[in-house]
């Protein structure tokens, strides 16, 4: 197991400036939107080859994590949007969904930790 906290909430306590209830409500609201986004970014890798999608999705839970920075989530979107677009580029028989995966099975794993 990795050193690093789980999750690190210094940027949460920051903008909600000592309001507890204005932190869990971020809090709440992250929990909410990314995990429901991780389903629908498992659901796009999964199941469809369409890497617009994928980048898109990537990209949209991003600004979540920048705020509730659980580790490396915020790497590891930005690694796997990065990913998706050069896959968007290649023709469909050269395209390879393997470091895709493994980005989102490393999120999957932490995020359920």
């Not at 210094?10 to 389903?39: C, M, N, P, R």
């Not at 395209?95 to 930790?113: N, Q, V």
């Amino acid at each position: 197991m990795p050193d690093t906290p789980i999750v690190d909430f210094s940027f949460v306590y920051d903008v909600a400036e000592d309001d507890h209830q204005y932190s869990f409500e971020l809090i709440s609201l992250y929990l909410k939107t990314v995990s429901a986004g991780l389903v629908k970014l498992e659901e796009l890798v999964r199941k469809t080859d369409d890497y617009e999608a994928i980048h898109k999705q990537a990209h949209f839970l991003k600004s979540s994590s920048k705020i509730v920075q659980v580790r490396n989530m915020y790497d590891n979107l930005m690694a796997m949007e990065a990913s998706a677009i050069e896959q968007e580029g290649k023709p469909a028989a050269g395209r390879d969904k393997h470091e895709i995966s493994r980005l989102l099975d490393i999120m999957t794993a932490t995020f359920s930790e």
